[in-house]
Every structure is written in structure tokens, then in C-alpha cells.
T-cell receptor
Framework: EAQVTQNPRYLITVTGKKLTVTCSQNMNHEYMSWYRQDPGLGLRQIYYSMNVEVTDKGDVPEGYKVSRKEKRNFPLILESPSPNQTSLYFC????????????FGPGTRLTVT | AQSVTQLDSQVPVFEEAPVELRCNYSSSVSVYLFWYVQYPNQGLQLLLKYLSGSTLVKGINGFEAEFNKSQTSFHLRKPSVHISDTAEYFCAVSNPSGTYKYIFGTGTRLKVLA
């Protein structure tokens, strides 16, 4: 089954404790992206990757890091989480071309206290 | 720069009534347009998309949308809604000749009432 998986689905952590949210897709897509969803703000792009070792900032990259060492994986790293990073996070992947749909993971709900 | 506006944050409607969810976009270049749906506690899934050709686009679950270039709109419609259509709906644009970057609207929460 074609899918995007994220782990963990739920995470409660404390300020400053480094964490990683994993994302994996099995569709051989070149393009992957991370979004955060906040009430009233919709989805905002954090980082995206056009291919292995090619990443770029989205609209809200501050406080986040990413890496793309393999085509299927695109982890999101919070080196020093803060309460304003409490949010619902989605990973997405897309086949080549701007007209293709994005496939979304189930989401990771992060709470930083 | 591109932007997407969904003016209605919430739309309540009775079951079997028609509904229209509004989306307007701003772009200096041509765009691809999308509607995604997010059911409670799930990720987003594609409802329909407009790339080119016929301005009336039909999607899954009986939804359709019409691309209006002069009004820069891409409103989503359904002639008769069901309780199961209760969800959040997002309009999005991408640039055909640019990166794969999507710009999403802020979403419209559709609540279907019995």
C-alpha cells in the first residue's frame, strides 16, 4: 500500500530536549515536505526537499532542521524545542512535477511544555 | 508571490443542502489549483485539482469546483451534503513552472447538521 508514515504520532516533551520526528514514504517520490498546522493559520511549510541531499527552507523554518540522506526518509529535527513549536506536524511526498498531488502522513501532535 | 484566501473559517449546513466553499488566489503567473480534505484526526487527501482545460473539475465524493480566471477563484461545491462530509477543507496553489512548493489557505471547517 502506498503510504507516508510518521513516528511518533503523539509526543509530549519539555523545553530544550532534542527530538526527531521520522517520516518515510514507499512511493519512490523525489519531493518531500514538512508542514505545521495551527488553528486559524492552516498549513505552513517548514522545509522541503527536491531530492536526496537537496533541501530548502519553507515559510517557517526557524527552530527546525531536516536531512535527506535517503530518498524514502525525511526526518524533522527540533534541536531545542520551545512551547511555540507545539503544533500538529505533517509530512508529505509528491511525485515529480508541480501538478501532482501531495500524499500526507497521518500527522504528529507535538506538545512542548 | 502567490497567496490563497479562504474567507469562511466555518460553514454550517444542514444535511442534503447544497454547499459552496470559497477560495480566491493571488498570483502573477499561471497556477495549478487543488482542494484537499482533512477528516478528523487524519492527514489531508486530495479532493480534486485543476491543471488546465475544462474549468469545471469533478472530484471524489460528489464534489466539484470551477476555475474562474477573471475572478481568480476556485470555489468548491456539492449539491447535497452528507453528515460524513463534516471535515476541514483546504484550497492550495502551486506554480507550474517553479518549484513544487504548495501554498495552502487557512482552511474552512464544514459542519453538516442533521
Amino acid at each position: 500500500e502506498a503510504q507516508v508514515t510518521q513516528n511518533p504520532r503523539y509526543l509530549i516533551t519539555v523545553t530544550g530536549k532534542k527530538l526527531t520526528v521520522t517520516c518515510s514514504q514507499n512511493m519512490n517520490h523525489e519531493y518531500m515536505s514538512w508542514y505545521r498546522q495551527d488553528p486559524g493559520l492552516g498549513l505552513r511549510q517548514i522545509y522541503y526537499s527536491m531530492n536526496v541531499e537537496v533541501t530548502d527552507k519553507g515559510d517557517v523554518p526557524e527552530g527546525y532542521k531536516v536531512s535527506r540522506k535517503e530518498k524514502r526518509n525525511f526526518p524533522l529535527i527540533l534541536e531545542s524545542p520551545s512551547p511555540n513549536q507545539t503544533s500538529l506536524y505533517f509530512c508529505a511526498s509528491q511525485d515529480r512535477g508541480a501538478g501532482y498531488e501531495q500524499y500526507f502522513g497521518p500527522g504528529t501532535r507535538l506538545t512542548v511544555t | 508571490a502567490q497567496s490563497v484566501t479562504q474567507l469562511d473559517s466555518q460553514v454550517p449546513v444542514f444535511e442534503e443542502a447544497p454547499v459552496e466553499l470559497r477560495c480566491n488566489y493571488s498570483s502573477s503567473v499561471s497556477v495549478y489549483l487543488f482542494w484537499y480534505v482533512q477528516y478528523p484526526n487524519q492527514g489531508l487527501q486530495l479532493l480534486l485539482k485543476y491543471l488546465s482545460g475544462s474549468t469545471l473539475v469533478k472530484g471524489i465524493n460528489g464534489f466539484e469546483a470551477e476555475f474562474n480566471k477573471s475572478q481568480t477563484s476556485f470555489h468548491l461545491r456539492k449539491p447535497s451534503v452528507h453528515i460524513s462530509d463534516t471535515a476541514e477543507y483546504f484550497c492550495a496553489v502551486s506554480n507550474p513552472s517553479g518549484t513544487y512548493k504548495y501554498i495552502f489557505g487557512t482552511g474552512t471547517r464544514l459542519k453538516v447538521l442533521a
